[in-house]
């Protein structure tokens, strides 16, 4: 059962009708008095749909006085709050009270039903953890399978957990955010997500948040019609209208301008868009994955990303450990590259000794799953062509060569032999390459190493074709 809580009787049983022609059973309320007698008399009530102003007052303080009183009776019950563009703030403070979301009026039908059906189907689920993981101890489920669960590898107890979170919230339409270190496989997790949902047979569109300016925002994600702008010579596609009815899985949210973040924090928040030169609303049918290896909460706090937009994202939050807290998982992962480079590059079965592994599980791998993935490749090319087995000797020289690499400031020396009449481009991409090398692909390394943002990396990756 639905209680709705609304001082406005047309709002009520307009929702009342909206709600019972889709099977829920609903129940009204006129003012925050009759609400709570309904919390505490009906157990049958299981999401509260909720106005945030019951008086001439708008500071929303009924509805946050409403919110906090609710959660005592019944701390488990979902709460949608529905509040205006204008009063955006005050939903931001319903969430820090308990909300489970917000809806913005007027409301969209099937927004609003989605949002519900994505409550309702979480609340049920047991002892899920919609902000956060669950703990660290469960026993490990199909720990020996060669591609593991959703051909994740790895059997160790954080990450099944993490596969067991998965499982739950992919049926749902709710948005994920993946954090974690560059390299932990956030990307893989997403595709999961994806693969075991109900929108599994429409498309995955991966959307590197980093390398997209803020002037190109708008065209990138929403598309643009021919002539909207100066180097608009042809219609575009936007990356929401390729993922409609899928996912799309934004990385590198962190590195989104403020002024992007408000545009995107529309679309997430009504579903609806507009292409550049186009006027006509068009609505994104898509499912909304995010990921990043900033601390988002710290962000907030410092007013360079937005609060609503962190609510509108995080409402499940799956954190990826570091390869370092999980080195049970580095015998399988080693064992799964070593087969696939060996596929790759022709080369006879090898394996590697136990001794070999146990150094291997002594490495920080800062670079995570990338960097022993790249460890692996190395070691099975430059081994001797008739070994089939690699050593500690094959991985201790490579590993002591990636760190002891030339310290800050030597990079330049690495390449800078004969470069007199060099364009100072070329200069650039060496001097990238080299930094990349060195760092094992961990481009948040290279951008502090290098002095730069991640988004202007990722457009000197892209310039360079590196």
């Known amino acids: 059962m639905i ?46 749909l909720m106005d945030m102003n019951y008086s001439l007052s708008t500071d929303g303080e009924e509805g946050l006085t409403l919110l906090r009183q609710i959660k005592v009776f019944r701390p488990e019950m979902p709460c949608i709050l529905m509040t205006a563009w204008g009063t955006i703030d005050l939903a931001v403070q319903g969430m820090r009270a308990g909300a489970f979301d917000f809806i913005t009026k007027p409301w969209d039908n099937g927004v609003l039903l989605d949002r519900i059906e994505t409550a309702l189907k979480l609340s049920s689920m047991p002892k899920l953890q919609a902000k956060g993981n669950s703990d660290k101890t469960s026993t490990p489920r199909n720990a020996k399978s060669e591609k593991g669960r959703y051909g994740i590898i790895g059997n160790s107890p954080y990450l099944m957990n993490v596969l067991d979170t998965v499982a739950r919230v992919a049926p749902t339409n709710a948005p994920v955010l993946i954090t974690g270190e560059s390299g932990t496989g956030k990307e893989l997790i997403a595709e999961a997500i994806h693969k075991q949902s109900r929108r599994a047979s429409g498309p995955f569109v991966k959307v590197n948040l980093g390398g997209i300016s803020t002037s190109l925002f708008e065209s990138e994600m929403f598309g643009h019609k021919k002539g909207s702008f100066t180097d608009a010579t042809a219609d575009r596609i936007g990356r929401f209208e390729l993922a409609n009815g899928g996912t799309i899985f934004l990385d590198e949210i962190g590195e989104l301008s403020l002024a992007s973040q408000v545009k995107l924090l529309r679309v997430l928040q009504d579903q609806t868009y507009e292409v550049l030169g186009d006027s006509h609303t068009r609505t994104a049918d898509v499912r909304v994955i995010c990921a990043t290896n900033a601390d988002l909460r710290a962000m907030v706090e410092e007013h360079t990303f937005r609060e609503d937009l962190f609510y509108r994202i995080n409402l499940i939050n799956l954190h990826l450990s570091p390869l370092r807290e999980r080195r049970d998982d580095i015998p399988l992962l080693v064992e799964h590259f070593l087969r696939e480079a060996c596929a790759s590059n022709g080369i006879m079965s090898t394996t590697v000794s136990a001794e070999a592994i ?76 080299a930094c990349i090398a060195k760092h094992n692909g961990n481009l948040s390394l290279v951008a502090k190493e290098l002095g730069i943002s991640r988004g202007a990396l990722y457009r000197k990756i892209e310039k360079h074709g590196l």
């Not at 709705?4 to 008095?33: F, H, M, Q, W």
């Not at 094959?394 to 060099?422: C, H, M, P």
């Open 3 to 48: 209680l709705v809580v609304d001082d406005d009787k047309n709002i009520r049983l307009s929702l009342k009708l909206v709600l019972e022609r889709n099977g829920y059973e609903v129940t009204l309320a006129e003012n925050p008095k009759e609400a709570i007698q309904m919390i505490r008399t009906v157990p049958a009530v299981e999401l509260v």
């Open 358 to 433: 146990a150094y291997l599980q002594t490495l920080p791998f800062t670079g995570n799953i990338r960097e022993l993935k790249n460890l692996v490749e190395r070691a099975l090319l430059m081994k001797n062509p008739e070994k089939n087995i690699l050593d500690v000797e094959d991985f201790q020289t490579l590993a002591a060569s990636s760190v002891n690499r030339g310290e800050k400031g030597n990079l330049i020396s690495d390449f800078n032999a004969g470069t007199e009449g060099v364009s100072l481009s070329s200069l650039e991409r060496s001097a990238i390459a």
